[in-house]
């Protein structure tokens, strides 16, 4: 192979690594990590994980505005745990799920007494909060 041609491959590799990367704003899922922080009942631990949704809810309304609701089985070393998708949608776009979509979702995890919840899906308007998304189908909804 000519020399040119090989630092072409190399460039248009690491193009479309850095492309993959940005199209999960930087962040790549670890759900070994998502599922300690639950086992270890760490609230406010930033977490990214990625699973189907074994559940779709209906959207809620609250005094934080609205949020559409989906369950995520989150699986990492044989375990395997249900997490809520808390996703407010008064600030960020919804997310179009269905059952068995497979998505990665990023935000600030919450051990509550009906289980962990994940939430701050979406950018933060004053800036308290890291941003995080939803990502399904190639596309992010944050």
């Given at each position: 192979?000519?020399?040119?041609?090989?630092?072409?491959?190399?460039?248009?590799?690491?193009?479309a690594?850095?492309?993959?990367?940005?199209?999960?704003?930087?962040?790549?899922?670890?759900?070994?990590?998502?599922?300690?922080?639950?086992?270890?009942?760490?609230?406010?631990?930033?977490?990214?994980?990625?699973g189907?949704?074994?559940?779709?809810?209906?959207?809620?309304?609250?005094?934080?505005?609205?949020?559409?609701?989906?369950i995520?089985?989150?699986?990492?070393?044989?375990?395997?745990?249900d997490?809520?998708?808390?996703?407010?949608?008064?600030?960020?776009?919804?997310?179009?799920?269905?059952?068995?979509?497979?998505?990665?979702?990023?935000?600030?995890?919450?051990?509550?007494?009906?289980?962990?919840?994940?939430?701050?899906?979406?950018?933060?308007?004053?800036?308290?909060?890291?941003?995080?998304?939803?990502?399904?189908?190639?596309?992010?909804?944050?």
């Open positions: 192979m000519r020399p040119w041609k090989a630092a072409a491959r190399a460039a248009l590799s690491c193009f690594c850095a492309l993959a990367s940005c199209s999960l704003g930087g962040v790549n899922p670890d759900n070994a990590s998502a599922l300690d922080a639950i086992a270890h009942g760490q609230s406010g631990t930033e977490v990214t994980v990625e189907p949704v074994v559940r779709v809810l209906s959207t809620h309304s609250g005094a934080q505005g609205v949020h559409e609701q989906f995520v089985a989150v699986r990492a070393n044989n375990t395997e745990q997490v809520l998708v808390a996703d407010n949608i008064s600030i960020g776009r919804a997310a179009p799920v269905h059952q068995g979509d497979d998505v990665t979702v990023r935000g600030e995890l919450a051990i509550d007494p009906g289980g962990p919840v994940i939430h701050w899906t979406h950018n933060d308007p004053r800036g308290r909060h890291q941003s995080g998304f939803v990502r399904l189908g190639g596309v992010l909804y944050d």
